[in-house]
């Protein structure tokens, strides 16, 4: 038996970390060395952003470590790849047990910038993906049972996606709530008002617009869990969890290739032999690049709180496409199909985190509208001086590039058999 794994990396997928706000030119080179295919060039512009200390193999920042750790499997230097996604995972779990005294100084230093004061807070994809990008570097030499390990903890991830939007959400609207203090009730107003949805919509802004794969799942991760099994199996039990996981894939993509794979794994469940997969080759077209946030200003009718208020304006993200470099690839006569969107799940994450970004950014520019009032009634100069400063730290997005380690847009996924 000879099983052999392909990747194909046809286009430049853009690789990073999900949510955090970048300046544009602090990605200039990296994107620069992305479109030209130079993996190896732009994993040591993510290195050199990330601190990278080749003594002690420590970094200090999570999300250039992000793209550290996804590049370098681009580049096919599977070790360091997944040493330093290793390292990503433990800043992830400081992240999440960060104290409440730390996260409240932030938000308070948020409140009176902007949200680029902000540490990089990642999304629940990118330990998802961080794991799938872990378990193809296994894969690729040849380790299977680590990557089953890393497989197995990525499908742990996603079972737990959809009890953590319900807990964040509750979670942030109570800490929005108690940062207005005294002012709640005026964001409340502005939230709900009708100019405030006319606004967004013109703007382009529309919640509720984007859906998730059924329970958050990532439907690349539960399919290269369902691969692994099915080409490293043993047991009976293997090759039933492979044709559980292919069928679950398919109920979401409606997949032709996932159900041809799940029909193949249940005849190995049946007979378990390994003869079946003998010359199966399974090519991984990773296609397009990842949607990016850019910034929308607008103004919102928290300037109805004074008419000596000079600027009183709001910018908030939102996600802009950017397409596939093809529809597909052949290979040996057959056509790739998508098994996964990315773009769909990334801006399913987003779609649950915009409430809370348009709750944020009210609450900042009601707090500063209030400021900038009672400085002008006792000095209008230094007034105007504080509406620049305001308008100064409005924002301050730019284009973030958003994206877990494997962003790519589309994922297509065919299983060919060689002659």
């Not at 099994?229 to 069928?247: C, H, I, M, P, Q």
């Not at 990334?346 to 709750?359: G, M, N, R, T, V």
Request: aromatic share 10%; with cysteine; glycine share 6%.
């Amino acid at each position: 038996m000879k099983i052999k794994f392909i990747s194909s990396v046809i286009s430049i997928a853009i690789l990073s970390g999900c949510t955090s706000i970048i300046q544009k030119n602090d990605f200039d080179s990296f994107n620069t060395k992305l479109d030209s295919g130079d993996f190896s060039g732009a994993s040591k512009v993510a290195l050199e952003h990330a601190g990278y200390d080749e003594e002690s193999g420590e970094t200090d920042d999570l999300l250039w470590t992000l793209q550290a750790g996804a590049t370098l499997n681009y580049a096919g230097d599977y070790e360091l790849s997944t040493k330093l996604l290793d390292a990503t995972e433990t800043m992830m779990k400081e992240e999440d047990t960060e104290s409440t005294v730390s996260e409240g100084a932030e938000f308070v230093g948020s409140m009176i910038g902007n949200d680029a004061m902000l540490a990089y807070e990642q999304s629940h994809y990118d330990g998802i993906m961080t794991n799938t990008i872990k378990a193809w570097n296994f894969i690729a030499t040849h380790d299977f049972q680590n990557a089953r390990v890393e497989l197995n903890r990525a499908e742990e991830r996603q079972r737990r996606a959809a009890q953590h939007f319900a807990d964040i959400i509750k979670e942030r609207t109570e800490e929005i709530k108690e940062e207005a203090g005294e002012s709640s009730m005026l964001v409340k107003q502005t939230m709900e008002s009708g100019y405030t949805k006319k606004a967004l919509k013109n703007a382009g802004i529309e919640q509720g617009q984007w859906k998730p794969y059924e329970g958050y799942v990532n439907p690349f991760t539960t399919y290269s869990y369902a691969l692994n099994l099915l080409v490293t199996g043993k047991s009976k039990s293997d090759f039933e969890k492979a044709s559980n996981s292919f069928k679950r894939v398919y109920s979401l993509t409606g997949s032709p290739v996932a159900k041809a794979d799940y029909q193949l794994a249940q005849s190995m469940a049946k007979s378990r032999s390994q003869s079946k997969l003998e010359d199966q080759v399974w090519v991984i077209f990773e296609n397009g690049k990842s949607a990016i946030k850019e910034e929308r200003r607008l103004d919102l009718p928290i300037f109805l709180l004074s008419n000596n208020v000079t600027y009183a304006g709001i910018a908030i993200p939102t996600l802009k496409e950017r397409g596939v470099a093809f529809d597909n690839i052949t290979a040996n006569g057959s056509k790739t199909e998508t098994i996964a969107d990315m773009d769909k799940i990334i801006s399913a994450e987003f779609d649950q985190d915009f409430p809370y970004i348009l709750a944020r950014e009210v609450t900042r520019v009601t707090l500063k509208t209030i400021a900038q009032k009672q400085v002008k009634d006792e000095n209008a100069l230094l007034g105007d001086v504080f509406a620049i400063f305001q308008m100064a730290t409005t924002g301050a997005i730019f284009e973030l590039s958003l994206r877990c380690q494997a962003s790519f847009r589309q994922l297509g996924l065919k299983r060919k058999t060689t002659k």
